[in-house]
């Protein structure tokens, strides 16, 4: 007797997505996402890594439709959509709870908008409430909380609506490390015994591990403008419980490729991944990392202490700092030529190792020639500022000038970061009354440009 013919599964459906996806600011359309695509399926918790500034969050806000993209398409089970979407729910890094309300009612809040008979309101939020482990607590208020618990009513609060999609806006960033620890693993049994009313969660995260450890897919992006630099599949749910060997050579991957952002990501994979995004031409000016360098200084000389060299999962171990913050702290010393990175390794240099060791007054001037040298955008600020009359610029003029490098918001945080960089070594000054740039007459004259 013949067999009956087979025929393929029918293709998963697509719960949300952008299409080409941009975002443009100001009336220099300066890109805060550029070209951006990304599917939502059912079943999967994906989540966004990247630098500060990359565009993840405002990605975020136009997959729920409370904001709209310059270019390309929002679509919503395979439609165009535009407006808020009423299948997504967000949980902040900011508790955003109502402090004159009980936990229940700020719980009931999330309903207000759903048909329900009061009865009915009440009982889902007390479901969500036991969920999310506050039973007890229905009657207390934000104030009596300490800070997982009101995390944990902002949880209650977006899955009472029961979403098709949960997205998280770094919900754990705001948290002791260890509550944010006893919550991700929370969050982690929840999703993987399907007990969560949600058929996809989005989490945005510059947490490296905490990706590692809930998403079934990563997706890593690039700065300046925002971009999608790679997607990769996430280890499965029995290596993440374990936290076994495939989940360290993952974290350990996504290490070298976000301290490496100019190169080509599948230089530090182990195995075939999904063909890169297309790389994305530099702006005019590499960025400078969002870093000061008093705690740059203060970087090097504890990598100094331990010998010139650290794991970088120890260091983010030792430090107890956020990756992006010691991301950003890698990538200073490195354009600095005080440290590299070979493997997952950080190395001192030996001007790096000079520097460690120097007084304060020798460490500016290292400070100063390294920057003039390797900084780009600082050696131009400081030539203009010598060539202009009496030495000033308007900071609003500079400000417009980097936008033409890295958009409006990328601006104002270069903008920062030029004027510490400057003030710390002396080169320059900044009024913030009069909103002008002034050439430091001893060093910033004296170097040549």
Known sequence: MASAPTTAPPPAPVLLAVRDVSKFYGNDRAPA???????????????????????KSTLLRILS?????????????????????????????????????????????????????????????????????????????????????????????????QPEVLFLDEPFSALDVLTAEHLRNELKELW???SLPTKSVLMVTHNIEEAVTLADRIVVFGANPGHIRV????????????????????????????????????????????????????PRYPALPAVGLDDLAGFVQFVSSIGGRADLHVLSRDLQMRNDELLALIEAADLLRFAEVAERTLLLTPPGEQFADAD????????????????PVMRHVVQTLRDAPSNTREAEDLVRELQGAFGAEEARRQFETVVDWGRYTELFSYDTADGELRLDEEHGIAVDG
């Open 65 to 161: 439709g409370l904001i709209e993209p310059s270019e390309g398409d929002l679509l919503v089970h395979g439609a165009p959509w535009t407006g808020p979407n009423p299948q997504v729910a967000i949980v902040f890094q900011s508790f955003a709870l109502f402090p004159w309300l009980t936990v229940l009612q700020n719980v009931e809040l999330g309903l207000l908008a759903v048909d329900l008979k009061p009865d009915d309101r009440r009982a889902r939020a007390l479901k969500a409430i036991d969920l999310i482990g506050l039973d007890g607590f229905e009657e207390a208020f934000p104030k009596e909380l300490s800070g997982g618990m009101k995390q944990r009513v902002g949880f209650a609060r977006a899955l009472v609506v």
């Open 231 to 282: 997607e990769l599949p996430g280890v499965t749910p029995e290596q993440r419980r374990a936290h076994g060997p495939a989940q360290t050579r993952l974290v350990e991957s996504i290490y070298r490729i976000m301290t490496n952002p100019d190169e080509d990501p599948s230089t530090f994979l182990e195995r075939p991944k999904r063909k890169p995004a297309r790389r994305r031409a530099k």
């Open 33 to 55: 996402l550029e070209h951006v695509s990304l599917e939502l399926q059912p079943g999967e918790f994906v989540a966004l890594l990247g630098p500060s500034g990359s565009g």
């Open 192 to 194: 993987m015994d399907r």
């Open 360 to 375: 304060l007054d020798a460490e500016k001037a290292m400070l100063r020639a390294s920057v003039l040298e390797h900084a």
